[in-house]
């Protein structure tokens, strides 16, 4: 944005009074580039990614059925999308549907913080799958530029434990998309705003969908339990 740019839009950066007509259709011009740039990132992404996230929820309804469980991690406001993530699969609110066994690995700060300070906090979520996962589960990391160290060293943890394992990531999805995970989403905007806003809208498709899945199983045991009968 250029310089006359910048002080028309904020012009307290620059020792002056913005006119308040001028400033209010500045802010109003602001809000609709912001809306139209938002569906544009989350159209595109899933112009080109659809297949690849039912192909992720395919996995994850198979981490289900089999009995394993799903562990989630971000940083900053990715720990607030890792425990929605989490909340969603644990307590669904559509009637009907069960609840699935997530856990949230940002929400422990005892562990965290001993984690850190113990040995550093590129170790924190790893620490957590060493102690609780098992082959079989899950883990779904969630981060803008994909370069977390923390999620880095806990999807290389996941992958010896013989976990599943999911990234959501932004940008060109940086060291999580060179890890060879299960599956690796990215959002390809440079908007750490926009690349969350579309982590949200996926992983609220990715449960649906899972449930979608699980339900033809559900489906197939009320059946065979009507034959037994």
Known sequence: MSEKALSGLYPFLHGRRQDPAALEAALVESVRQKSAHHLQVIEQFFARNAEAVVACARTLAEVFRGGGRLFAMG?????????????????????????????????????????????????????????????????IGLSTSGNSPNLVRAFREAKRLGLRTIGLAGHTGGEMARLGLDHCLVVETDSIHRVQEAHVTIYHILWDLVHTLLADDRRGGDAAAGERS
């Open 75 to 139: 940083n900053g406001g990715s720990s607030c999308d890792a425990a929605h993530v989490a909340v969603e699969f644990l307590h669904p609110i559509t009637a009907g549907r069960p609840a699935l066994t997530a856990v949230d690995l940002s929400c422990d700060r005892t562990m965290i913080t001993a984690v850190a300070n113990d040995v550093g906090y590129e170790h924190v979520f790893a620490r957590q799958l060493i102690a609780q996962a098992r082959p079989g589960d899950a883990l």
